[in-house]
Structure formats: C-alpha cells, structure tokens
C-alpha cells in the first residue's frame, strides 16, 4: 500500500509523461526515498497505479541497481568493481572494508549503519577505485582514506 504522500508524488511525476507507465522509475525512486528500499507490496501499489504489470514494475526495479529491493542500513556503501577499478586495488579496498564492517556484498551491519553492495561502474576509471557512500563518490582510494571516509558516516 502507498501512502497518500507517495500517491500524491507519483502522480505529480505522471503528469510529466504522455503515458503513466513511462513515470515507473520516478515512482520506484519516490517510494524508496520515503521508506528507503522498494517492497513487493510497493511494487504491486505502483504497477496498479500506473495500470502496468507488476513484472514490469520489478524488471525496472531489478534492472537499476540503486533501487534497493530489500532494507539497506542508513548508508550504502557501493564499491566499483568494474575491470579499471579491479587493476587498481579494488580488492584490497573491499577486503578492508568487509574485515572492518565484518559483513560481505549483499550484508547489513548489525546496527543497521552499513550496507555493502557492488556496483558495476561509477564513470571514473581514470580515478580508480572508486566507491560511492549515499549520494557521495570518492576516488583514488587508499585503505587510509576508506577508514577515515567510514568515520565520517553514522
């Protein structure tokens, strides 16, 4: 079930589109910003919503790997993982970070403060590795800038 704000967002964004279904991702993104991940339920709401099929709605969901179909703790941690970031010590960065956080790809800290997810690409290969933490993209990772990048999130 939507809530009447969600509602109300949804169909600001629908007035956008010629069609409804085109608002599908606005939609996933407003429900997530307001619960902070997209459940089955959510999904059913918006595919009824915009008159698409649910299969449709989570093939959307499924397809960007920022909509988060699961609970995620209050920030995400992505790591890029692409060729370009692998060369450039991605490893020693997700093995320093799963050590210090004692959770893997997929994992949420027990304080619900850390969730580790990998992400296929972030655009700086020439400033690789890179990582993103929420909204914010860091590059030319070292071990010592990661720990003192993790200290600044609570």
Not at 74 to 103: A, H, P, Q, T
Not at 125 to 146: E, G, Q, S, Y
Request: net charge negative.
């Amino acid at each position: 079930m939507l809530t009447e704000k969600e509602i109300k967002e949804i169909q600001e964004e629908i007035k956008q589109y010629p069609y409804p279904a085109v608002a599908c991702i606005d939609a996933l993104k407003i429900v997530q910003h307001h619960r902070g991940w997209v459940s089955d339920e959510a999904v059913k709401a918006i595919a009824n919503l915009l008159s698409i099929s649910n299969e449709e709605v989570d093939g959307v969901a499924t397809f960007y790997s920022r909509i988060y179909r699961k609970p995620v703790g209050r920030n995400v941690i992505l790591i890029c993982d692409s060729v370009s970031c692998m060369i450039m010590g991605y490893g020693s960065i997700y093995e320093f970070i799963s050590k210090r956080l004692s959770i893997k790809f997929g994992e949420t800290t027990s304080d619900g403060r850390f969730t580790l997810l990998p992400i296929s690409c972030l655009g700086d290969c020439d400033n690789a590795p890179a990582m993103m933490i929420n909204n914010d993209h860091f590059n030319r990772l070292t071990v010592k800038k990661v720990e003192e990048l993790l200290e600044q999130y609570k």
